[in-house]
């Protein structure tokens, strides 16, 4: 991929994949669990919330650029089962080359698309899917799609379903992706940073969504403690403030906004 490079982080061990100019991902190949992206840190808060620690899970990942997250899952539960869907293969080669996974992680990187990859999947196959994907800076449209969702929902079956979307207030394109999701899952609630939710400069939300129980009590208490406390808005206040969207549909979708340059 044009303009894709990895270059060295604020300390020895770590690097950043710049994609096109813009950071990625961050690892820390010393220590896998320090997460420097603020919405990765939410990201793997949830995956901390949903089962007792150092429990293996069964994960998939659409998206994997240099599979910070996966890393992590590695490294605080061992024996997890991943699978990362990532078809910029270009991308997962030099991230292979240069920093390397290490042995025995459980981790299988399979060079398809999300759509494609997560309809190959069998019935309850995952217990979190996590999609942490973009195309040219963008979520792509046909991962925000009610066809999309429900393939997700079968794949999870009860299962945890977490969404990184950028958006910029007043949110609506994020308001037509939370419309879709509360057709297909029972509970849908979201993380940001506050100024993200007040200023118009483009920011990141943490969607989680689920057919079945969301730790929210436990979520709730990363939220206020967190080293950048962030807001968590249960269903209730996700409709209030994030209602009134139409779903996007396979016919009918449109990628995240452009990023601020």
């Known amino acids: ?64 650029a240099a599979l910070t997250l996966p890393r992590y899952v590695a490294a605080t539960r061992p024996g997890s089962a991943q699978v990362v869907l990532e078809p910029a293969t270009d991308v997962t ?49 046909e991962l925000v799609t ?14 945890v379903f977490v969404l990184n979307l950028t958006d910029r207030a007043p949110f609506g ?12 899952f029972t509970t849908v609630v979201l993380t940001a940073e506050p100024a993200t939710l007040r200023a118009r400069r483009l920011g990141n939300l943490v969607v989680v969504a689920s057919r079945g129980p969301v730790p929210l009590d436990v979520l709730g208490a990363r939220a206020a403690s967190a080293a950048a406390p962030y807001r968590l808005l249960d269903a209730g206040q996700v409709s209030d403030g994030f209602g009134g969207g139409t779903p996007f549909t ?7 906004p452009p990023p601020d340059r």
């Open 1 to 64: 991929m044009e303009g894709c490079e990895i270059v060295p982080g604020d300390r020895p061990g770590s690097h950043v994949l710049r994609l096109s100019g813009m950071s990625q991902s961050y690892v820390d190949l010393e220590d896998p669990t320090r997460l420097v992206f603020e919405y990765v840190q939410r990201m793997a808060d949830v995956i901390d919330a949903s089962a007792p620690a150092g429990e293996p899970l069964r994960i998939v990942h659409v998206g994997g």
């Open 93 to 141: 080669e030099l991230v292979r080359r240069e920093l390397p996974l290490p042995r025995r992680s459980g981790i299988k990187v399979r060079a398809v698309d999300g759509r494609r990859g997560v309809a190959a999947l069998r019935d309850g196959h995952a217990q979190l899917l996590l999609l942490d994907a973009f195309a040219d800076a963008r979520v792509p449209a």
């Open 146 to 159: 009610v066809e999309f969702f429900d393939d997700v929902a079968r794949v999870l079956d009860g299962g």
């Open 173 to 184: 394109w994020s308001r037509r992706v939370v419309a879709g999701l509360r057709r297909v």
């Open 250 to 256: 396979d016919a009918d979708s449109a990628p995240s």
